[in-house]
């Protein structure tokens, strides 16, 4: 294969022009706690402080401003769970085009209010990104409004792939780019931009299990779609590949690995305490590849967060998961007698092993209970599963038999 044979470098590099002045050249910031994983540098590339949130203003606006005035008369059309949204509606914006979004039922609001307040008209179609696309095509044939594909787009690859060419610029030694994946867009742009000149550099492409289709697709040797998908991290949640990007994944990245959401929901709680940045679950998957198998990654690496627009409500659920898969969240069952200050014992005895409660449910009624006893449920946060095992020793040890199902 040769560079020219799909998106090579020199369209990158226009892209870069076109970009002057509209996308913002996202830092990189160094992180401690990867570091000491991988032992040596890791970086963070910081697209969740991009405009609309996400790296995909990049590709949106370098499509749109490449259309003909007839084109751009007509309005443009797309599909998406809100990154993509919310860049072609602000790129729409400024090149004085009008956009409309066919969204999942479901999307989360903000990217919903955020697309909107960009200038799009939002349109409901379908409960995958997948489903919406199928819309989005069939009202461009309807309209005649261009269709600005998510990823399978030469121009939107090329934009994409402005991101490995800052991060070329600001990182010179990197050995090991990290990259997630939903149609490749992005991954593929990023090799293609890296791999010109830095033919060394290793490429990792990172999907959620549970939304995995560039691995099965390489194994059959084309763009297989996934019978199903479901995983927190909408922003990735693909189920084919496109003939493009497929291809330059094929050619170009190193490996594909997947992560799991307990993996995905441990990143963005890392990314939030440790690193003080806000990112969606989709933007976080390459720091939680990193974390998953730090052998995999020869340093110093860049992993790039891709988004950060994450609905609070969402945020909520995430970090509490986060936190019960880092063995910061401990439940469990007892019965004690009923009678009056055995509660407030119990608790003291939890103070006193400095575990926070959270939840107390007090059941004095149950067909297992004796008359004179009755159930505590508890749930408690924790400094992790020492800390647990020892609130746990400490328990069992003044005579609580606990129920940790």
Known sequence: ?????????????????????????????????????????????????????????????VRISRLSADERARGVVAASAGNHAQGVALAASLLGTSSTVFMPAGAPLPKVEATRAYGAEIRFAGVTVDESLAAAARFSEETGAVLIHPFDHVDVVAGQGTVGLEILDQAPDVRTIVVSVGGGGLVSGVAS???????????????AAGAAAYPGSLAAGRPTRLASMATIADGIAVGCPGDLTYRMVRDLVDGVVTVSEEALSQALLLCLERA???????????????????????????????????????????????MAAAGRYLSFRLRIPDRPGELAKLLGELAASEANVLDVEHVRTGPKLHLDEVEVAVQLETRGPDHCAAVLDRLRAVGYPLDLG
């Open 1 to 61: 294969m040769t560079m020219s044979s799909y998106v090579g470098l020199d369209e990158i590099r226009a892209a870069r022009e076109l970009l002057d002045g509209v996308a913002r050249r996202t830092p990189v910031e160094g992180s401690r706690p990867l570091s000491d994983l991988v032992g040596g540098p890791v970086l963070l590339k910081c697209e969740n402080l991009q405009r609309t949130g996400s790296f995909k203003i990049r590709g949106a606006y």
């Open 276 to 322: 003080k940045l806000v990112v969606e679950p989709a933007g976080a998957a390459a720091v939680a590849a990193v974390m998953d198998q730090p052998e995999l990654f020869e340093p110093p690496v860049v992993a790039i967060l891709s988004g950060g627009n994450i609905d609070p409500v969402l945020l909520l659920r995430v970090l509490r998961h986060g």
């Open 193 to 207: 931009a890296v791999k010109a000149s830095r033919p060394d550099v290793r490429i990792v492409g990172v999907q």
